[in-house]
């Protein structure tokens, strides 16, 4: 069974823009979960998707949004980069009954 | 809210000694508990769970942690490490109905010695 995958690996941006990161949940998982990892702030989660209803969100600004599709597909958006964004960005999946969740490889953001 | 603390950010150990690696956790009721590892560039593989029973689990890679409710700690243990078990080992813990959001501990680098 193939694993969570997250596309793009690798993206960089600069200050202002905004940003669309995509994530595949395991198949037959219908949750998906967002983390942002910095040296900072260590692993911080962002939000969790449950058939299509965001079930549960972080303390994040609003300039952070997700959504997910009827294939249980995930994105998340970043509005208005800023240098902090930098960040590595972990989606997991679950099947949406237990936490246990499957994460895949992030995808590396760096804002210039 | 609950709160993970993983006291030692850094840890070197010679290879083939045993390993224990800390974790304290914050939470009024019975959480669930988490190791998971990251090596670089990856994401995190989850190591082992605790969610109820036994206190003494078992995980992937010869890993095991206890659960002892009255330290509030989930500590990793490793008889023996290889020099292949390098790499970062987050804890985590989770509430009961509160969907999938794990909260984690700053993490702690493992370093091999040969």
């Known amino acids: 069974k193939a694993g969570v995958t997250q596309t793009p690996r690798y993206l960089i941006k600069t200050r202002g823009q905004q940003v669309t990161l995509s994530c595949s949940p395991i198949s037959g998982h219908r949750s998906v979960s967002w983390y942002q990892q910095t040296p900072g702030q260590g692993l911080q989660f962002l939000f969790e998707y449950f058939s299509e209803t965001q079930r549960n969100k972080g303390n994040f600004p609003g300039r952070f949004s997700g959504r997910q599709f009827s294939n249980s597909r995930s994105e998340m958006n970043v509005s208005t980069l800023e240098l902090g964004d930098s960040a590595l960005y972990l989606c997991?999946?679950?099947?949406?009954?237990?936490?246990?969740?499957?994460f895949g490889p992030g995808t590396r953001l760096t804002v210039l | 809210a609950q709160s993970v603390t993983q006291p030692d950010i850094h840890i070197t150990v010679s290879e083939g000694a045993s390993l224990e690696l800390r974790c304290n956790y914050s939470y009024g009721a019975t959480p669930y508990l988490f190791w998971y590892v990251q090596s670089p560039g990856q994401g995190l593989q989850l190591l082992l769970k605790?969610?109820?029973?036994?206190?003494l689990v078992q995980g992937i890679k010869g890993f095991e942690a206890e659960f002892k409710r009255s330290q509030s700690s989930f500590n990793l243990r490793k008889p023996s490490v290889h020099w292949s078990d390098a790499a970062e080992y987050f804890c985590?813990?989770?509430?009961?109905?509160?969907?999938?959001?794990?909260?984690f501990g700053g993490g702690t680098r493992l370093m091999v010695k040969p």
């Open positions: 985590a813990v989770a509430r009961e109905n509160a969907g999938n959001m794990l909260t």
């Open positions: 605790y969610f109820s029973g036994d206190t």
């Open positions: 997991a999946s679950s099947t949406g009954g237990t936490v246990e969740q499957f």
